[in-house]
């Protein structure tokens, strides 16, 4: 499969049944990765949040219809945003997880926002993949045992969508 097969589109309330089901289809590994807690599963009022999260937005990637994918910023500061991703056990390495990061990095450009972070556990250099196969720029730093991938946004940028 390529990312061409599969529509990236922004995330609203009506999503949340869609996104919780995503997150139940993902493994406790990916479910660890993308919290940095152990957990079986991801409460109802956490999705609703991730989906419409207060000081930012979402994005869902769907194939056939069928959400394969999550990614959410959320405003860190005035120029900052932070971004965590999640994409179904079945679906990773093809491609998902960097468009969805590409088009959050798109859109906090447009919203001016000058620097997006990644955090990740310390040895999940997955992460830096996803940040280089976006085509961004990663800045990895190692910060209270976790790995902080810094990536600069030039302001207003929309070019970011177009790849």
């Given at each position: 499969m390529t990312t061409s097969l599969v529509r990236t589109r922004p995330?609203?309330?009506?999503?949340v049944d869609t996104v919780q089901a995503l997150h139940d289809r993902c493994s406790p590994d990916a479910l660890h990765r993308r919290f940095?807690?152990?957990?079986?599963?991801v409460p109802r009022r956490v999705?609703?949040?991730l989906v419409s999260p207060r000081r930012g937005w979402s994005?869902?990637?769907e194939q056939c219809d069928h959400v394969v994918g999550h990614g959410c910023a959320g405003e860190l500061s005035a120029?900052?945003?932070e971004v965590g991703l999640i994409?179904?056990?079945?679906?990773?390495g093809r491609g998902i997880g960097a468009r969805l990061l590409r088009d959050l990095a798109a859109e906090a450009s447009a919203r001016g926002y000058r620097r997006l972070i990644c955090l990740a556990e310390a040895d999940n250099d997955q992460v830096l993949r996803t940040v280089r196969r976006a085509g961004l720029e990663a800045h990895?730093?190692?910060?209270d045992g976790l790995l902080e991938v810094v990536v600069p946004l030039p302001a207003g940028r929309t070019d970011l969508?177009?790849?």
């Amino acid at each position: 499969m390529t990312t061409s097969l599969v529509r990236t589109r922004p995330a609203g309330p009506a999503d949340v049944d869609t996104v919780q089901a995503l997150h139940d289809r993902c493994s406790p590994d990916a479910l660890h990765r993308r919290f940095h807690v152990p957990m079986a599963r991801v409460p109802r009022r956490v999705v609703e949040q991730l989906v419409s999260p207060r000081r930012g937005w979402s994005v869902v990637a769907e194939q056939c219809d069928h959400v394969v994918g999550h990614g959410c910023a959320g405003e860190l500061s005035a120029h900052v945003v932070e971004v965590g991703l999640i994409v179904e056990d079945a679906q990773q390495g093809r491609g998902i997880g960097a468009r969805l990061l590409r088009d959050l990095a798109a859109e906090a450009s447009a919203r001016g926002y000058r620097r997006l972070i990644c955090l990740a556990e310390a040895d999940n250099d997955q992460v830096l993949r996803t940040v280089r196969r976006a085509g961004l720029e990663a800045h990895p730093v190692l910060s209270d045992g976790l790995l902080e991938v810094v990536v600069p946004l030039p302001a207003g940028r929309t070019d970011l969508l177009a790849g």
